[in-house]
């Protein structure tokens, strides 16, 4: 069974300023993919970026980026030029391939807040 | 296009009642999910299906049933309901081609006093 462990459960940050979120995970699989979602007060699942196993190249979505470490099983989300919409509730979760698609296995989260 | 569909939004139960949560998409997904999220935690899988006719056990099953008649809905019963069966509750689907991409619903807010 693959486990996904968040170690900081609150986060803050000013506004226009870059923070980075941690993850690490655990699996025996080799092919699987990792995932950052966004979950506003309105409790909303928004995918925020998603990042191949395979793939060597760290995923960028704009303001978002990954440092995806998979010998270290390690996928950090950095948020660049904060906004005070980013402020939610963050979830790293971990899915695996084939029939196991959309089986996702998440961590306990991290709150965000932006500050002005 | 309305995506993934989850009715009601909100209910309240009394201990040892049963109802049904409802989920509907209108993609065509093969794959579809419920999962539920205790206050301050992540989502944990309860049951899925990948087919119609077809559903699995989750993570965490107790409590819960699951039926897949057609492609586009996959209810979610909770027969006695249980003060531990507080949660949200979100219903997500997928094609497999989309690569590990799901599509939630709002979710819906149970509580069982």
């Known amino acids: 069974a693959q486990t996904v462990t968040q170690s900081q459960p609150e986060m803050s940050v000013q506004e226009a300023e870059t923070v980075t979120l941690s993850c690490t995970y655990d699996t025996s699989e080799n092919n699987y993919y990792l995932f950052w979602y966004k979950q506003p007060p309105s409790r909303q699942m928004i995918l925020v970026i998603r990042?191949?196993?395979?793939?060597?190249q760290n995923a960028t979505e704009n303001r978002f980026s990954v440092n995806f470490q998979k010998a270290a099983k390690s996928f950090s989300l950095k948020i660049s030029d904060s906004q005070l919409g980013d402020t939610a509730m963050y979830f790293c979760a971990f899915g695996g391939s084939g029939t196991s698609y959309g089986k996702l296995t998440f961590g306990q989260g991290t709150i965000l807040t932006v500050h002005p | 296009n309305a995506g993934v569909t989850q009715t009601p939004k909100f209910r309240i139960l009394k201990i040892g009642q049963s109802m049904t949560l409802q989920c509907t998409q209108d993609?065509?997904?093969?794959?579809m999910y419920w999962y539920r999220q205790d206050p301050g935690m992540g989502l944990k899988l309860i049951y899925y299906s990948v087919g119609a006719g077809i559903t699995d056990k989750g993570e965490v099953p107790n409590g819960y049933n699951v039926s897949r008649s057609t492609t586009e809905d996959f209810p979610l019963r909770l027969e006695l309901a249980a003060p531990s069966q507080t949660s949200v509750y979100f219903c997500a689907s997928i094609n497999p081609g989309q690569a590990g991409e799901l599509f939630f619903g709002e979710g819906s807010r149970l509580t069982v006093l």
């Open positions: 990042q191949e196993a395979y793939k060597q």
């Open positions: 993609m065509n997904h093969n794959y």
